[in-house]
T-cell receptor, first 115, second 112 residues
Framework: GAGVSQSPSNKVTEKGKDVELRCDPISGHTALYWYRQRLGQGLEFLIYFQGNSAPDKSGLPSDRFSAERTGESVSTLTIQRTQQEDSAVYLC?????????????FGQGTRLTVV | GENVEQHPSTLSVQEGDSAVIKCTYSDSASNYFPWYKQELGKRPQLIIDIRSNVGEKKDQRIAVTLNKTAKHFSLHITETQPEDSAVYFCAPAGGSGDKLTFGTGTRLAVRP
């Protein structure tokens, strides 16, 4: 694809339900990031995948959050037993680490609303 | 891990004036220094970056300067225009394989 693609664009879910967010990075990009952005706030780091290395999960706020990545392709972010404070835009980004240009390309985000 | 701070957190300037945003980082191994712009409701996008082997880079109205000794780099916008209104993030990074760590962001408002 031409860029990073995220789905769904919008998700409304009831408190207590599980949700799964998907990210398709740019083909060939070895690095993939997930961020959470609350309204009017900055980019809160969640998790980082780099090639075959163990993911950096240091930003996950609780054990309700988990993420997986298959090789250097699709990643899914799962939030279990959603809470109202999980409402935010979840942004995915990918980059070609180890090259002279390590620009991160962002997807359009998934707006999650927990009601 | 990298500690990144941005100042100021908000900045309001008159159209045509200059704006400067400073980013301070902690990891002396950092060697890549980008700035991202996020317009309202849109995704962040890279606007300019610099590597540690140069002290300054300019692209039309925007420039980035780097002081590796003091561990900070700055974004300079000259002749500001209303379309420069956005949130700006710095994201210093170290060697190969090191992740980007985003600053807390600076909200710039350009008054017409």
């Amino acid at each position: 694809g031409a860029g990073v693609s995220q789905s769904p664009s919008n998700k409304v879910t009831e408190k207590g339900k599980d949700v799964e967010l998907r990210c398709d990075p740019i083909s060939g990009h070895t690095a993939l990031y997930w961020y959470r952005q609350r309204l009017g706030q900055g980019l809160e780091f969640l998790i980082y995948f780099q090639g075959n290395s163990a993911p950096d999960k240091s930003g996950l706020p609780s054990d309700r959050f988990s993420a997986e990545r298959t090789g250097e392709s699709v990643s899914t972010l799962t939030i279990q037993r959603t809470q109202q404070e999980d409402s935010a835009v979840y942004l995915c980004a990918s980059s070609l680490m180890g090259s002279p240009n390590t620009e991160a390309f962002f997807g359009q985000g998934t707006r999650l609303t927990v009601v | 891990g990298e500690n990144v701070e941005q100042h100021p957190s908000t900045l309001s300037v008159q159209e045509g004036d200059s704006a400067v945003i400073k980013c301070t980082y902690s990891d002396s191994a950092s060697n890549y220094f980008p700035w991202y712009k996020q317009e309202l409701g849109k995704r962040p996008q890279l606007i300019i970056d610099i590597r540690s082997n140069v002290g300054e880079k300019k692209d039309q109205r925007i420039a980035v300067t780097l002081n590796k000794t003091a561990k900070h780099f700055s974004l300079h916008i000259t002749e500001t225009q209303p379309e420069d209104s956005a949130v700006y993030f710095c994201a210093p990074a170290g060697g190969s394989g090191d992740k980007l760590t985003f600053g807390t962001g600076t909200r710039l408002a350009v008054r017409p």
